[in-house]
């Protein structure tokens, strides 16, 4: 099976500007989870999403939003861009609920 | 509040040697344990996992972790390291009824001397 992709794998924006981050999961898995990763704050959850509802929200501020398609692909977008939002967007997929998550190899933003 | 701790921020051994990386964990029930594994410039790849049973368990790359309940621990050993596990090693707990909401420790930096 195919694993976990994300696209882009690297994005330069600007401060203000939005951003749309794309992640097509495991073929069969129903859930997708989106993580943050910077140097200080080490790896936090972003939300979660199970056929197509959002089942868990970390604590990042409603700039951050995302969507699951009935096809469980998933987008996260992040609206009026900081420079503190640079960092390694990780996405996971699991078959369901409490199982076992497989990550994708991320995508890097800049915001300059 | 529920948490990861991982002790060891930086970590060198030499080729051929032993490890073990420390991970606690903070909750009021056992928590499904998880130990990741990431290269520069690359995602989380799975090394090995703890729902229940054997507290003792295998993974990929001739790793494996001990689950003992009364220390609140899950570390991770491997008994000869090759040169290129050198890489950072992240302990993440899944609390039962929370979703799919992974906790992670900071993470473990593992450097091998040849």
């Known amino acids: 099976k195919a694993g976990v992709t994300q696209t882009p794998r690297y994005l330069i924006k600007t401060r203000g500007q939005q951003v749309t981050l794309s992640c097509s999961p495991i073929?069969?898995?129903?859930?997708v989870s989106w993580y943050q990763q910077t140097p200080g704050q080490g790896l936090q959850f972003l939300f979660e999403?199970?056929?197509?509802?959002?089942?868990n929200k970390g604590n990042f501020p409603g700039r951050f939003s995302g969507r699951q398609f009935s096809n469980s692909r998933s987008e996260m977008n992040v609206s009026t861009l900081e420079l503190g939002d640079s960092a390694l967007y990780l996405c996971?997929?699991?078959?369901?609920?409490?199982?076992?998550?497989?990550f994708g190899p991320g995508t890097r933003l800049l915001v300059l | 509040a529920q948490s990861v701790t991982q002790p060891d921020i930086h970590i060198t051994v030499s080729e051929g040697a032993s490890l073990e990386l420390r991970c606690n964990y903070s909750?009021?029930?056992?928590?499904?344990l998880f130990w990741y594994v990431q290269s520069p410039g690359q995602g989380l790849q799975l090394l090995l996992k703890y729902f229940s049973g054997d507290t003792l368990v295998q993974g990929i790359k001739g790793f494996e972790a001990e689950f003992k309940r009364s220390q609140s621990s899950f570390n991770l050993r491997k008994p000869s390291v090759h040169w290129s596990d050198a890489a950072e090693y992240f302990c993440a707990a899944l609390i039962t009824g929370g979703g799919n909401k992974l906790t992670f420790g900071t993470g473990t930096q593992l450097k091998v001397e040849l």
């Open positions: 073929s069969g898995h129903r859930s």
């Open positions: 909750y009021g029930a056992t928590p499904y």
């Open positions: 999403y199970f056929s197509e509802t959002q089942r």
């Open positions: 996971a997929s699991s078959p369901s609920l409490e199982e076992t998550q497989y």
